[in-house]
Antibody, heavy 121, light 110 residues
Framework: QVQLQESGPGLVKPSETLSLTCAVS?????????WGWIRQPPGKGLEWIAN???????YYNPSLKSRVTMSVDTSNNKFSLKLRSVTAADTAVYYC??????????????WGQGILVTVSS | QSVLTQPPSASGAPGQRVTISCSGS????????VSWYQQLPGTAPKLLIS???QRPSGVPDRFSGSKSGTSASLAISGLQSEDETYYYC???????????FGGGTKVTVL
C-alpha cells in the first residue's frame, strides 16, 4: 500500500522559506509517476503548487513559480518543497500526493494526511 | 477564481440523485481527462473518479462520472447522509502547463 507522509515546521515567519518533505513508502519514486504538492488555505479550495517526475523534471503553478522549488531524492524515496518569501496568504494545509505519469491522465491517486503550516511572526 | 467552474452547492434528499457540473475550456477538459475528489472534514481529498469515468477500487458504484466537450459531471445516485461533504474536479491545462482544480461543491443531504 502506497503511503505518503508530510513533515516540516508548522510555523514559519513572514519573509522566510517554507520547507516541507514528503516521505513515500510502499512504492519506489524512481519507478515512475509524478509527485506533487497541493495546498488548501483554511476554509478554501484546493490549489496545485508543483509536480516533479522521478527524473527531476518539474512543473510549477505559474502564480507561484517565482517562489517555488521542488526536488526529488530517489535514494531516500522522498521529495521536497521550498516556498520562499512567505506571507500570511501562504498559510494552508499542504498535501503531498502521487500523480499519474502523464498530463492526459492527471489524477492524484494517493495523498498524504496533510500538514498545517501557519505563517506568522 | 478557479480555472474550472463548479457550483458552490448542491443538495438532494436521501435516495435521490445529485449531479455536480465542472466547466472548463479547450485547453483543459477539452483535451485532457477529468478526475473527481471527495473531501471529508479534516481529511485529505480522496480520489473518487479518474479518467472521466473510472472508479478506483472501493468507490461505490453510486458515484459516476461523465465528460462531454469542455464540461464534466459527477453524479451521486441513491444519496446517503455520509455523502454530505465537499467535491472537487481537476484536470491538466495545456496552456497553463499545470494542474487546475474546480472551486469545490458542498453537497448537502436534506
Amino acid at each position: 500500500q502506497v503511503q505518503l507522509q508530510e513533515s516540516g515546521p508548522g510555523l514559519v515567519k513572514p519573509s522566510e522559506t517554507l520547507s516541507l518533505t514528503c516521505a513515500v513508502s510502499g512504492y519506489s519514486i524512481s519507478s515512475g509517476y509524478y509527485w506533487g504538492w497541493i495546498r488548501q488555505p483554511p476554509g478554501k479550495g484546493l490549489e496545485w503548487i508543483a509536480n516533479v517526475y522521478h527524473s527531476g523534471s518539474t512543473y510549477y503553478n505559474p502564480s507561484l513559480k517565482s517562489r517555488v522549488t521542488m526536488s526529488v531524492d530517489t535514494s531516500n524515496n522522498k521529495f521536497s518543497l521550498k516556498l520562499r518569501s512567505v506571507t500570511a496568504a501562504d498559510t494552508a494545509v499542504y498535501y503531498c500526493a502521487r500523480r499519474a505519469g502523464s498530463h492526459y491522465y492527471s489524477e492524484f491517486d494517493y495523498w498524504g494526511q496533510g500538514i498545517l503550516v501557519t505563517v506568522s511572526s | 477564481q478557479s480555472v474550472l467552474t463548479q457550483p458552490p452547492s448542491a443538495s438532494g434528499a436521501p435516495g435521490q440523485r445529485v449531479t455536480i457540473s465542472c466547466s472548463g475550456s479547450s485547453s483543459n477538459i477539452g483535451r485532457n481527462t477529468v478526475s473527481w475528489y471527495q473531501q471529508l472534514p479534516g481529511t485529505a481529498p480522496k480520489l473518487l473518479i479518474s479518467r472521466n469515468i473510472q472508479r478506483p477500487s472501493g468507490v461505490p458504484d453510486r458515484f459516476s462520472g461523465s465528460k462531454s466537450g469542455t464540461s464534466a459531471s459527477l453524479a451521486i445516485s441513491g444519496l446517503q447522509s455520509e455523502d454530505e461533504t465537499y467535491y472537487y474536479c481537476a484536470s491538466w491545462d495545456d496552456s497553463l502547463n499545470g494542474q487546475v482544480f474546480g472551486g469545490g461543491t458542498k453537497v448537502t443531504v436534506l
